[in-house]
């Protein structure tokens, strides 16, 4: 007998594992099937060195469950669940408590062996990856406490990702606790969590200080913004990060590190859960407008550029404070939509009405109009901001002004 191939099943119904075993009579010669119930299960375990166990559904789904987690204590192991029924509750449950794949206990002799020798060859593949994980963890390559990349390998890992599949699309995410969660951050559950709240084929690598670094191949910006509110949600303790995201798209890894550096420190200068980076394509037009006084307008231009701060600043930002100061601001009602005539903030109340509108008139500026219902100057006003001056952090700090000022004639 190859000791290393042997399976173990656990079960307290004696007729049911002598059924079992005549099943997988056809698995290789060398492999052996040996048997224990629940209470001698671990010790049976530690004694013949499994690496494929069945456990066979108890009568108890909470001692199935609490077993399966024991056992899921030896990572090298792969766990198959027999069922005796499809109860969704119960296998959710297995599956969370690290079984590998299900089957049902009175399913045909050849499913189950076809089952076993797949989870076979699948722990064999899940063994090489551990050892190879163990040996970058030796090299200080993967941080044996967390489970990710150091920051020393970001860029060459990020890189390899990059360039081995021709990567094109998806972003690139810097993320750290807000001040506020700042004492309620644990580096490992960060880990934990991150890891559990992306897919096999993104990224996630330590980055300097209290930062964290995920590379999300073929995830858009809004897919991004899904990812990081699933890593809000499972942290859990209302805890708040502030986050800046960046498009990977045909740039190196030193700039899109920068990119997302720059608006992750703007995401916590105002207290914000993320930014995006600003484009670059909206940066070589903003460069064309410094130089504009030496060249002939062209309006085509100018909406253009007006266009791209629509798309990458202004709707992101509306959108962003409505979600943020919806549940601080008491019964009052926010709205916020934009258009290519007029983008429009809402605050209504019973006490106040006021508005925020930031209309283009062409050229190269726009006009923000701030009007609070009944009343006169200085709280109505009105600001001229060039297109170059638009920025998240800039719009940020206008329209969390204009929100404090209606809390303030609100009372």
């Known amino acids: 007998m190859a000791e290393e191939n042997s399976i173990l099943l656990i079960s307290d119904d004696a007729g049911f594992s002598g059924e079992l075993v005549k099943k997988l009579?056809?698995?290789?010669?060398?492999?052996?099937?040996?048997?224990?119930?629940?209470?001698?299960?671990?010790?049976?375990?530690k004694r013949c060195g499994a690496d494929i166990v069945l456990v066979h559904e108890n009568s108890s789904g909470k001692q199935t469950v609490?077993?399966?987690?024991?056992?899921?204590?030896?990572?090298?192991?792969?766990?198959?669940?027999?069922?005796?029924s499809y109860n969704s509750e119960l296998i959710l449950a297995c599956y969370d408590a690290g079984i590998d794949d299900f089957a049902l206990s009175n399913a045909e002799a050849f499913e189950l062996v076809v089952r076993t020798v797949n989870n076979i060859k699948h722990n064999s593949i899940k063994l090489k990856s551990f050892r190879n994980i163990k040996i970058l963890e030796q090299l200080n390559v993967i941080d044996e406490f967390t489970g990710m990349y150091?920051?020393?390998?970001?860029?060459?890992?990020?890189?390899?990702?990059?360039?081995?599949?021709?990567?094109?699309?998806?972003?690139?995410?810097?993320?750290?606790?807000?001040?506020?969660?700042?004492?309620?951050?644990?580096?490992?559950?960060?880990?934990?969590?991150?890891?559990?709240?992306?897919?096999?084929?993104d990224v996630?690598?330590?980055?300097?200080?209290?930062?964290?670094?995920?590379?999300?191949p073929g995830t858009?910006?809004?897919?991004?913004?899904?990812?990081?509110?699933?890593?809000?949600?499972?942290?859990?303790?209302?805890?708040?990060?502030?986050?800046?995201?960046?498009?990977?798209?045909?740039?190196q890894f030193n700039e899109i590190e920068r990119a997302a550096l720059k608006a992750q420190a703007d995401a916590a200068a105002t207290n914000a859960q993320y930014v995006f980076a600003?484009?670059?394509?909206?940066?070589?037009?903003?460069?064309?407008?410094?130089?504009?006084?030496?060249?002939?307008?062209?309006?085509?231009?100018?909406?253009?550029?007006?266009?791209?701060?629509?798309?990458?600043?202004i709707t992101p930002v509306f959108y962003r404070l409505q979600k943020s100061w919806e549940e601080k601001l008491f019964k009052t009602e926010i709205e916020q939509y934009a258009d290519f005539e007029q983008c429009v903030f809402h605050l209504k109340n019973k006490k106040q009405d006021s508005t925020l509108r930031i209309v283009y008139p062409g050229f190269a500026k726009i006009v923000i109009y701030i009007t609070h219902e009944?009343?006169?100057?200085?709280?109505?006003?009105?600001?001229?901001?060039?297109?170059?001056?638009?920025?998240q952090k800039k719009l940020v700090s206008i329209v969390e002004d204009f929100?404090?000022?209606f809390k303030y004639t609100a009372v």
């Open 66 to 84: 609490d077993l399966i987690k024991k056992i899921r204590e030896n990572k090298n192991l792969c766990i198959i669940l027999l069922a005796n």
């Open 403 to 405: 929100i404090k000022e």
């Open 374 to 391: 009944g009343l006169d100057s200085p709280e109505n006003s009105e600001i001229q901001l060039p297109l170059t001056k638009i920025t």
């Open 220 to 251: 858009d910006l809004n897919g991004s913004v899904v990812v990081i509110n699933k890593i809000v949600e499972r942290y859990g303790d209302n805890f708040e990060v502030c986050a800046g995201i960046c498009p990977v798209m045909h740039k």
């Open 204 to 216: 996630a690598t330590l980055g300097r200080g209290a930062k964290f670094y995920i590379l999300l």
């Open 25 to 45: 009579i056809f698995l290789r010669r060398e492999d052996s099937v040996l048997v224990s119930d629940f209470d001698n299960a671990l010790s049976e375990l």
């Open 278 to 313: 600003e484009n670059s394509e909206s940066d070589t037009l903003d460069e064309w407008l410094e130089d504009a006084e030496d060249k002939p307008k062209n309006y085509k231009i100018f909406r253009q550029i007006f266009n791209k701060k629509l798309e990458k600043v």
């Open 150 to 201: 150091n920051y020393n390998y970001a860029k060459q890992v990020i890189e390899n990702v990059i360039d081995d599949n021709l990567l094109d699309d998806g972003s690139f995410i810097v993320l750290a606790p807000s001040d506020a969660s700042k004492n309620k951050f644990s580096v490992e559950k960060m880990s934990d969590v991150i890891l559990s709240s992306i897919r096999s084929k």
